[in-house]
Structure formats: structure tokens, C-alpha cells
């Protein structure tokens, strides 16, 4: 993968935590499996219940930006 962008494949929190973005993933090709906020691959290899959590609650945060 080519260097690492800000703004574009990863951001940090005000805590410090860095998030890697949508793109980032998509440029990586898989689903790591550490429930990544930006995951684009439906959290294909998180393990159960987490997987199921993580999916309510992006639906959740789906539906409250486009109402």
C-alpha cells in the first residue's frame, strides 16, 4: 500500500485513536476483522455477538444521517 494520507485513509480522534477511512479499506481489500468504524465489508471476519453489534449499530448511524 502506498504512504498513508490524512484526510484521506485515516484521521485521529480527539483522544488520540487513529481511524482509518472507508477508502483506506477499500484500498486494502479485506475485512481485518478488528471492527473497524469505516469497514466497508460488513465486518465479515469479526467474530459473533460483536459482528451483529457493530452492524445494528452502523445501520443506526445510517438512518440517522439520512432523515
Same mark, same amino acid.
Given at each position: 500500500?502506498?504512504?498513508?494520507?490524512?484526510? @484521506?485513509?485515516?484521521?485521529?480522534?480527539?483522544?488520540?485513536?487513529?481511524?482509518?477511512?472507508?477508502?483506506?479499506?477499500?484500498?486494502?481489500?479485506?475485512?481485518?476483522?478488528?471492527?473497524? @468504524?469505516?469497514?466497508?465489508?460488513?465486518?465479515?471476519?469479526?467474530?459473533?455477538? @460483536? @459482528?451483529?453489534?457493530?452492524?445494528?449499530?452502523?445501520?443506526?448511524?445510517?438512518?440517522?444521517?439520512?432523515?
Amino acid at each position: 500500500m502506498s504512504k498513508l494520507i490524512t484526510d @484521506r485513509n485515516l484521521y485521529y480522534k480527539e483522544n488520540g485513536y487513529i481511524v482509518f477511512t472507508e477508502k483506506y479499506h477499500l484500498q486494502k481489500g479485506f475485512c481485518c476483522g478488528n471492527g473497524c @468504524r469505516h469497514c466497508p465489508y460488513e465486518y465479515e471476519k469479526v467474530t459473533e455477538p @460483536r @459482528r451483529s453489534e457493530l452492524l445494528h449499530d452502523a445501520k443506526e448511524i445510517r438512518g440517522s444521517t439520512t432523515q
